[in-house]
C-alpha cells in the first residue's frame, strides 16, 4: 500500500500512456482510413463500405482521446494548462478537423448529390489527415523540448513547433496510420476494396520502414530518448512488431498483420512515454524548468481518488468496447450500409 | 481594440453556447427515444418502432452535431484558461475524467450500437442499449455540472500549494448548488425534446401528411414537454431559493434589485440605470420575490446589488462585483417567458387533442409548430444567466475571471480561433440544419436506410 501510495504519480503517468495507447491504436485506423477514403475507395459503394466498417465504432474510439485529455487534466494539471495553451493554434486546427471530420461521417452518405458526398469525402480525408499530422508534431515536441520557462508557461508561438524533427515525427504518424488503417479496411470488408487495401498496406510498409529509419536516426540526433533503456526496447519492439505485421500482411493474413500494428503502436507510444519519463514536457531553455511527474501533478487526494475510479471504469470500457467489436465482427459487404 | 480576456470570454462564450444549443435535445431525446423502444418492446405496437426511428434518426443530426462541438470544450480549460486550469485542475479535472470515463464512453459506444444495430440486436436488447445511451448523455451532465457548480459554490477544497486543492470529493458532488441546477437542466431537456417532437409533427398535420404517425408523435411530443414543463418549472423554483441564499448577488442582478427591502418585489419590467445604479421606473408585484425566495408576501429580506456591492468591497477588496444587471435581468425574464409560453400552449395543445379537436385546429397547430424557437430562447438564456451571474468571478470568491486567462496567448490567436470555429460552425449547422429539414420533409416513410436494408434493395443511396 505505502509503495502504491507514495508512487501515485507514476501509476497516472502509466494510465496516462495507457489511454494515449488506446487512442493511437483504435483512433489511429480510423485516421488512416480517413487518409486513404478518397485514394482507395474507388466507388460510392466503396466509399460507403470503407465508412460503415469504422460507423459504430470511431465515435468511441475519439473518446480515448477526449478521455487522455480529461485524465490529464485531473492528474497532472500544469501539463493540460502549458500544453494546450502553448500549442493553442495547432490545437485549434486539430480541434477544427475533428469537428469537420465527425460531422462528414454522420452526413456524408444522408444526401446522394455527387457533389455533397465528394465534398464530405474530401473532409474526411483533412479530417483524418490535419490530427494525425499533429498529433505526431506534438508527441515530437513534448521529447524535444519546447519554451517553457521557469513558471511553467510556454512562451513561444505556433512555428517554434514546428522543426526538422517534429515535422517527420507528424510524417511518420500519418504513415503509420495509413498502414494500420489499410491493414484495418482489409480485414473489415469484401470485395475489391478489401483486396486493394491490402495491396496499399504492402506498398505503404515499405514508406513505413524508410519513415522509421529517418527517425530512428533523427530521434538519436536530436532527443535524449535512446538514453533510456526501457524506450529503446521499447523502439526496437515497434520495428520488429512492424516487420512482422507486414511479413503476415504479405502472406495474406492481414488479421495477424492488423495484430502486429496494433502492437507497434503501443510499443511506439511507450517508446516516447518510457523516453520522456519523468518528464511529460521537456523544457528546451532549461532541462530544470520541464515539466515532470513530480511538479505538475495533482494533489495525492485526487490521485488516489482517480486511480480508484479508473481501475473501476477502464477495465468495464474495455469489455464494452470490446463487445461491440465482436458485435460488428462482420466484414462490411455492398449491401450492409447504415451510414 | 478588445484585450485577450475579453476575446477569450467571447470566444467561450460563442463556443459554449453554441454547443448548448445542441445538448438539451440530446438529454431529453435520448430519454424519449429509450421510453419508445421500451414501449414497443412491452406493446410491439409498430408505431412506437417508427416514432424512435424516425425522431431517433432526427436526433442523431442533432447528436452529431453536439458530439463534435463538444470536443472544443474539453480542451478549451486549457487554451484559454490556463491559469485557471491550474488553479481549479486538481478539483475540475476529476468531474472532468469522471465524465469521460462513466460517461462519455457509455453514451458514444451504445450510441454507435444504436444506429447500427438495428438488425443486429433484438428489440429487448436495442431498447436496452437505448436506456445506456440516456443514462450516459444524462450521467455527463451530472458530472459537467458537479465542475460547474464548484465555479458557482465552491465547496470541499482546501487552498493549497497555491491551487485549491480537493478536499472532500462528498461534499463537491453533494453540492447544494448542483442538485436544483441538474434537475433544472435535465428537465429543460425533456421539454425542449417534448416541444420539438409537437413543433414538426404539428407541421406535418397542418398538411394532413402523415396523420397516422404524426397524431400520436404530437400527444408524445405535448406530454413530454408539459411533464418536463412542470418539472423544470419546479426544479428552477427551488434553484431560485438556492441561488438566492448562495449567490445573493446573482439573484439580485437578476431581479435588478438595486436596494435591500422586505419583502421585496417582483420586477415585472424595469428601465434599468447601471450607471446610477438604480431603475429609472418598474412595474412591480409588490413582496413577489420575498415569496418566490422565502415563500412568502410579507416578509422576507431580499439583499439589492448596492449593500451587496460594498459587502463585496469589505470582504474582497476594491472592484465591481456587480454583472451585467441589464443583461441579466431580461435574460432571465426571457427564459421564464418563454417557458410560461410553451407550458401554455402545449397544455392547450394536448387538451384539445383529448377532445379530439386539435387535428383540425389549423391555428393551434400553427400555434404549436412556432413554438420550435422558443426552447432554443429558453436554453441560452438560462445557460447565460447562469453563468454571467458568476461574473466577475471565474470560481466565486476564489478566481476572477480576469485571473483565470491564459497569459502568453495573444489575441490575434484568440480572433483566429473565434473567426475559424465560427466558420466551421456555419458550415456544420448549414449541412445539418439542411438535413434535418430534408428528413422532417420526407416524413417517417421517405427516409429509412434501414428499411432499405431489410428489403435488399438499393444499396447506394441514403434516402
Known amino acids: ?339 | 481594440m478588445m484585450d485577450a480576456v475579453l476575446l477569450a470570454r467571447w470566444q467561450f462564450a460563442l463556443t459554449t453556447i453554441y454547443h448548448w444549443l445542441f445538448v438539451p435535445f440530446t438529454l431529453g431525446m435520448t430519454i424519449t427515444v429509450a421510453i419508445m423502444e421500451l414501449m414497443y418492446v412491452n406493446t410491439k405496437n409498430e408505431i412506437y418502432k417508427k416514432m424512435a426511428k424516425f425522431w431517433g434518426k432526427l436526433f442523431l443530426i442533432n447528436f452529431a452535431m453536439g458530439v463534435v462541438t463538444g470536443i472544443v470544450q474539453e480542451f478549451h480549460f486549457g487554451m484559454n484558461w490556463s491559469e485557471y486550469a491550474r488553479f481549479m485542475g486538481d478539483i475540475f479535472g476529476a468531474p472532468l475524467a469522471l465524465e469521460a470515463l462513466t460517461a462519455f464512453f457509455l453514451e458514444s459506444t451504445f450510441m454507435g450500437v444504436w444506429i447500427f444495430g438495428w438488425d443486429r440486436l433484438s428489440a429487448k436488447a436495442h431498447a436496452i442499449v437505448a436506456c445506456l445511451v440516456a443514462l450516459g448523455t444524462n450521467l455527463s451532465a451530472f458530472w459537467i455540472l458537479t465542475a460547474n457548480s464548484f465555479m458557482q459554490h465552491p465547496v470541499g477544497y482546501v487552498l493549497r500549494n497555491g491551487r485549491a486543492e480537493m478536499g472532500n470529493f462528498v461534499e463537491i458532488v453533494t453540492n447544494p448548488y448542483l442538485h436544483g441546477q441538474f434537475a433544472h437542466i435535465v428537465f429543460a431537456g425533456l421539454m425542449t425534446a417534448g416541444i420539438i417532437i409537437a413543433s414538426i409533427s404539428a407541421w406535418h398535420l397542418i398538411r394532413k401528411n402523415y396523420v397516422e404517425f404524426y397524431s400520436p408523435s404530437v400527444k408524445w411530443g405535448l406530454v413530454i414537454a408539459i411533464i418536463g414543463g412542470f418539472l423544470v418549472s419546479g426544479a428552477g423554483h427551488f434553484q431560485g431559493q438556492t441561488v438566492t441564499k448562495l449567490q445573493p448577488m446573482k439573484m439580485a442582478a437578476m431581479e435588478a434589485l438595486w436596494e435591500t427591502e422586505d419583502p421585496a418585489p417582483f420586477t415585472l419590467v424595469a428601465g434599468i440605470d447601471e450607471a446610477g445604479r438604480k431603475n429609472n421606473f418598474a412595474l412591480e408585484v409588490p413582496g413577489g420575490l420575498s415569496f418566490l425566495t422565502q415563500n412568502s408576501f410579507t416578509s422576507g429580506k431580499v439583499e439589492g446589488i448596492n449593500d451587496l456591492q460594498a459587502q463585496a468591497v469589505a470582504k474582497y477588496g476594491e472592484g465591481n462585483y456587480i454583472p451585467n444587471v441589464t443583461a441579466m435581468f431580461w435574460a432571465f425574464r426571457a427564459m421564464v417567458g418563454a417557458g410560461s409560453l410553451m407550458l401554455l400552449v402545449s397544455l392547450l395543445g394536448l387538451y384539445m387533442y383529448k377532445k379530439g379537436k386539435l387535428l383540425d385546429n389549423t391555428l393551434l397547430l400553427k400555434a404549436i409548430f412556432w413554438m420550435l424557437p422558443l426552447p432554443y430562447i429558453c436554453n441560452s438564456t438560462g445557460w447565460y444567466v447562469a453563468e454571467a451571474g458568476r461574473q466577475p468571478w471565474l470560481v466565486y470568491g476564489l478566481q476572477k475571471t480576469v485571473d483565470g486567462a491564459s497569459p502568453f496567448v495573444t489575441a490575434p490567436e484568440i480572433w483566429t480561433t473565434i473567426i475559424g470555429f465560427t466558420l466551421v460552425y456555419i458550415f456544420a449547422a448549414i449541412a445539418a440544419i439542411y438535413l434535418a429539414m430534408q428528413h422532417i420533409k420526407a416524413g417517417p416513410a421517405g427516409n429509412n436506410s434501414h428499411d432499405i436494408i431489410e428489403t435488399k434493395e438499393e444499396t447506394k443511396l441514403w434516402k
Open chain 1, 1 to 339: 500500500m505505502e509503495m502504491i501510495t507514495s508512487n501515485l504519480n507514476v501509476i497516472w503517468f502509466v494510465l496516462i500512456f495507457i489511454l494515449f495507447a488506446g487512442f493511437f491504436v483504435l483512433e489511429g485506423f480510423d485516421y488512416g482510413l480517413g487518409i486513404l477514403l478518397p485514394i482507395i475507395g474507388k466507388t460510392d459503394v466503396e466509399r460507403r463500405q470503407m465508412i460503415n466498417s469504422i460507423g459504430p465504432v470511431w465515435d468511441g474510439n475519439e473518446v480515448w482521446m477526449i478521455t487522455a485529455g480529461g485524465a490529464m487534466f485531473a492528474s497532472f494539471p500544469h501539463v493540460y494548462a502549458t500544453l494546450f495553451s502553448g500549442f493553442y493554434l495547432a490545437l485549434f486546427l486539430m480541434l477544427a478537423a475533428l469537428i469537420i471530420r465527425g460531422v462528414s461521417f454522420e452526413f456524408r452518405s444522408k444526401d446522394p448529390a455527387p457533389a455533397w458526398r465528394k465534398t464530405f469525402d474530401y473532409c474526411i480525408f483533412f479530417g483524418s489527415f490535419i490530427p494525425a499530422l499533429l498529433w505526431g508534431i506534438t508527441v515530437g515536441n513534448l521529447i524535444q523540448g519546447t519554451p517553457i520557462d521557469a513558471n511553467k508557461h510556454f512562451v513561444g508561438g505556433f512555428f517554434d513547433l514546428l522543426s526538422v524533427y517534429t515535422l517527420l515525427c507528424g510524417l511518420a504518424f500519418i504513415l503509420v496510420f495509413v498502414y494500420h488503417g489499410a491493414l484495418y479496411v482489409s480485414i473489415k470488408t469484401t470485395g475489391a476494396i478489401a483486396e486493394r487495401a491490402r495491396a496499399t498496406a504492402l506498398v505503404e510498409g515499405v514508406f513505413v520502414a524508410i519513415g522509421a529509419i529517418a527517425l530512428v536516426v533523427a530521434t538519436y540526433v536530436y532527443t535524449d530518448l535512446f538514453k533510456s533503456t526501457l524506450a529503446t526496447v521499447a523502439f526496437s519492439l515497434a520495428i520488429l512488431c512492424f516487420l512482422v505485421s507486414w511479413a503476415f500482411t504479405r502472406v495474406r493474413k492481414p488479421g495477424m498483420g492488423f495484430v502486429f500494428s496494433c502492437l507497434m503502436i503501443i510499443m511506439i507510444v511507450g517508446a516516447y512515454f518510457a523516453g520522456l519519463f519523468p518528464r511529460i514536457m521537456v523544457s528546451s531553455l532549461n532541462p530544470e524548468w520541464s515539466l515532470t511527474i513530480t511538479n505538475a501533478s495533482s494533489s495525492p487526494y485526487t490521485l488516489t481518488l482517480m486511480t480508484i475510479v479508473a481501475c473501476l471504469f477502464v477495465p468495464i470500457i474495455l469489455c464494452y468496447q470490446a463487445w461491440v467489436y465482436i458485435t460488428f465482427r462482420k466484414r462490411v459487404d455492398e449491401k450492409d450500409l447504415h451510414y
